[in-house]
Every structure is written in C-alpha cells, then in structure tokens.
C-alpha cells in the first residue's frame, strides 16, 4: 500500500462561468478513512487509482475498486469510505458551471449507476492528473486546468454506451440560453423577468432549472456574473469605479461597493491590493 497522503488544490475564485474547477487533488487514504455522510454543493468525481472501498449514494451501496470512477452530483447526500484490508488511492476532481450539467449528462453514469468500470484506466487516470499538474493561481493556470478538464471528461465519454445519456437535456438548453443572454445583456438594466421571457419560460421555472443545472438561482448567478466582469475591469486599471459599475450594470456606484464587497469580502477599491497580499 502507498504511504498515506494528501495533495490538493482549491480554486479561490474563477472568471469561467461555463465550467469552472472548485478543487482537485490526489490521495491515498488510510484505512477506513471516510467522507460522509454529506452533500456537495458541485460535482464530484473520483478515480480509484489502487485498493477498494465502498460508495453510499441516497442509502444504496456501491463497491469501488481500482481503475473505476464514481460521480457525486449537487445536494445528493454520499459517504464513501476506504476498505480496512486494502484501503484506496484516488484522484478527483470537483467542478461546476452553467455547461456542468449537460457534459455530465454524456457521462458513463446512469441514475442508478453512479460507479463505472474504466475501459482506458490510464487515459482517464493521466487526463485526471494534469488537471492537478496544471493548478496555480495565475490565470493561464486556471485555463490549462479548464482546458484538461475537458480533455478528462471527453475521455470519459468515449466510454459512453447509454445513447440516451448523450441528448440534452431540456432543463441545461434552457440555462444554455439564459447564460448567453446574460452575457450579451448583462452591462444593461435587465431583470430576471427579461431573461425568462428571452428563454421562453417562466420565471419559477427558470428559476428552477438554474438550481438543478448550477446550484444557484438566477439572480445569484447574474450578480456573480457581473461582479466577476468588474474584477476584470479592476484589473485592467483604466476605468473608474463608478465607470466600471456602469459598465457592468450597476447604475448606483454606492449600490455597486456594497454588492462588490459581500460577494469578495473587500470593496471595489481595494480589491486589487487585497489580491495582491494573498499571493504566496
């Protein structure tokens, strides 16, 4: 058995609203090492890399052994724990974004079946490890970990043999459409009542349909959407903060800093200082 250990990554903050990292990581667990029971707020998933354990989704049992994967999806409540005689080493990977939800769905995973045998354990394996291999703080970091991320998920597709898991979903072409129009109307005075009424869907549902997709409600998703887009700004170092409010839809500058600092913890003015002191 490997010696016991834990390496992993946890992105901070992303300027990718399709699909984004929350963490990743490798680690070879010691035994009866357990998670759970608990929910995630994104999706997770593992690759068994050596040993055994068990995985526990919604009260249903499942054996994991080396070279399988299982998936954890938004607010479903898992436990999965290392065997005592063979406990295992895995790697993960923990994502979310508004294209989350329609690439899970092209994924080797049905609703009863949360655990799949790898065809290509290597591929999937070394797909995996350059996500973690390509973590850091910078931002061309964060697109090469985005950009292996998919690599790992098209791997994992290729093993697809469920021709019904690879249609889109209703629910993911309605967010696809809302997401586009927030980031073509996003810098203008546009409600959640004018993003249902684009889609063609009401506003409960769109409301909905954004929590099953991205774990957030539409309002949530379009501020987050706008202040991102202002740390932007921020960074560029031309504009005003008044300015850069305007600009991504925020017509009260006052309104704006109190908006900024709840969701970065700092105000608009200092933000880029407060950035720079966390680097390592």
């Not at 040993?51 to 999806?73: M, N, P, Q």
């Not at 970990?145 to 690879?166: Q, T, W």
């Not at 099953?212 to 932007?232: F, H, K, M, Q, V």
Request: with cysteine; aromatic share 14%; proline share 5%.
């Amino acid at each position: 058995m490997p010696n016991v250990y834990k390496q992993s990554f946890k992105q901070t903050q992303t300027n990718n609203i399709e699909l984004s990292i929350y963490n990743c990581g490798l680690q070879s667990c010691e035994k009866g090492y357990s998670w759970g029971p608990g929910v995630r707020d994104h999706y997770l998933i593992h690759y068994v890399a050596s040993g055994r354990g068990t995985y526990v989704v919604s009260g249903v049992t499942h054996e994991v052994k080396s070279g399988d994967v299982f998936l954890a999806k938004p607010s479903q409540l898992i436990t999965y724990t290392a065997d005592q005689e063979d406990p295992w080493e895995y790697y993960w990977v923990g994502f979310n974004g508004s294209n989350a939800n329609r690439l899970v769905l092209q994924l080797p995973f049905g609703a009863d079946a949360p655990v799949h045998t790898c065809k290509n354990p290597e591929k999937i394996k070394k797909a995996l490890f350059n996500i973690f291999l390509s973590r850091g703080p910078e931002n061309y970091s964060e697109a090469l970990m985005v950009g292996y991320l998919y690599i790992f998920l098209a791997e994992l597709m290729k093993e697809n043999d469920r021709p019904e898991s690879r249609a889109q979903s209703t629910s993911s072409v309605y967010v696809t459409s809302a997401v586009k129009f927030i980031q073509f109307n996003y810098s203008h005075e546009i409600t959640i009542d004018d993003i249902a009424k684009a889609v063609g869907v009401s506003r409960s549902h769109l409301y909905r349909v954004f929590m099953s997709n991205i774990g957030e409600s539409p309002i949530d998703y379009l501020t987050n959407y706008r202040i991102n887009e202002a740390c932007y700004l921020l960074k560029c170092g031309n504009l005003s903060i008044a300015e850069i409010a305007t600009s991504v839809g925020f017509f009260d500058q006052f309104y704006f800093s109190r908006v900024f600092k709840k969701s970065k913890g700092v105000p608009p003015s200092k933000y880029l200082s407060s950035k720079e002191g966390s680097q390592p």
